[in-house]
């Protein structure tokens, strides 16, 4: 299978490659290496099935000609992390709904039809604060959104173009909402939590928690997440769906830390930090998030393997190899 996989060089984006060149499936990624990192794909860079485009995906010249190789392409390519996004909230809007629509007409002019997966957000969900989020409840926009929801909307865009391309040209396309995904290659740079608290532990540094710690997510390891994806992909009666992607169980992120710091055995401390001063702006945070996964598991049998426990041991393992810590 060709596979082309746009932010092939960001977290998830490069655990997707790895799976497809494990498969034997020939893989090429363009990525404009903005939070992305070659070190995530160096190791496939002289792989004969492997090919990597340094280039924006709003205006890479080669676009239509390697989708129109691909049977299959993940859209992985978008401005995220809580910290750009605040940062820079137009380009938020510009990149995610410029670059999914230019994807989407470059798949309908092709003459042929790709399986197309489409990356959105639990951040779609809003401030909803049910149980479980389900793939077909209304969402909730807030008026006046401060830049803090450009990211949201944007994914709404994407997903309704995506949904937009099924019908009017049947398209073979399926949106997947990713919720909280967390393992190896995850930066800590643009606000995720995981590898921040890595880092803070090992480094015997205080671990800082955003707001009261009371914030609850549900956190997948990328290596379950790319399975699900290629299963989902694959399923044609997930065509012109949206389909939750994580696992059920939550962990408050107050606890979290305290994990953290027993399976680091460090003698790190815990510290709270006001959003305002974390973000150095107001900030709503959503006190949980969990998905509802019942359209998932009617498309795919595989559940995760990795518990939470066991991606934390890793990555602290992972972290003490790379930097020596003890
Ligand atoms: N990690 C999560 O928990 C999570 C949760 C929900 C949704 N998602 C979605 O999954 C996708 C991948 O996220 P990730 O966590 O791997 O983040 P990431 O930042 O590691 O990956 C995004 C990649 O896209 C690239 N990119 C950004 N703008 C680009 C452009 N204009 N042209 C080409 N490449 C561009 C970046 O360099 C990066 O490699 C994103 O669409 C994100 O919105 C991730």
């Known amino acids: 299978m060709h596979v082309l996989i746009t932010g ?7 655990h997707l490659v790895d799976h497809h060149l494990r498969k034997g499936d020939r893989v090429h990624v363009v990525d404009n290496l903005s939070t992305g990192s070659l070190d995530n ?4 860079l002289t792989h004969p099935e492997f090919r990597f485009t340094e280039d924006d995906i709003v205006t ?4 239509n000609e390697v989708v129109s190789w691909a049977d299959r392409i993940y859209h992985m390519a978008a401005v995220v992390g809580v910290f750009r996004v605040l940062e820079r909230p137009i380009d938020v809007m510009a990149t995610n709904i410029a670059g999914c629509e230019r994807l989407l007409r470059a798949v309908h002019r092709c003459g042929w039809k790709p399986e197309v997966l489409i990356a959105s957000s639990s951040e779609v969900y809003g401030p909803r604060t049910d149980e479980r989020l389900r793939e077909d409840m209304d969402l909730i926009i807030q008026p006046e959104a401060p830049p803090r929801w450009n990211y949201a909307i944007s994914k709404l865009a994407d997903e309704a173009f995506a949904l937009s391309y099924a019908r009017v040209h049947d398209i073979p396309v399926t949106v997947v909402r990713l919720f909280n995904t967390v393992g190896p290659r995850q930066t800590g740079r643009y606000g995720m939590v995981v590898p921040r608290f890595v880092r803070q532990s090992l480094a015997g540094d205080v671990l800082t928690v955003f707001g009261d710690g009371k914030q609850s997510r549900a956190f997948t390891d990328v290596r379950d997440t790319v399975v699900m994806l290629d299963e989902v992909a694959a399923k044609a009666n997930a065509r012109g769906l949206i389909v939750n992607v994580g696992r059920e169980g939550e962990t408050s992120i107050e606890s979290l830390a305290h994990r953290v710091i027993e399976r680091t ?3 790190s401390e815990v510290e709270y930090v006001p959003y305002e001063i974390a973000y150095g702006q107001e900030y709503v945070d959503i006190p949980h998030r969990c998905p509802d996964l019942t359209r998932l598991h009617s498309l795919t049998e595989f559940r995760p393997k990795w518990t939470l426990d066991a991606t ?4 602290i393992a992972r972290a003490r190899r790379t930097h020596g810590a003890s």
Do not use: T
């Open 41 to 44: 794909i160096s190791q496939h």
């Open 312 to 315: 934390l041991d890793d990555l």
């Open 60 to 63: 890479w010249p080669d676009l």
């Open 8 to 14: 092939g060089a960001g977290f998830i984006g490069s």
């Open 265 to 267: 055995g460090s003698d």
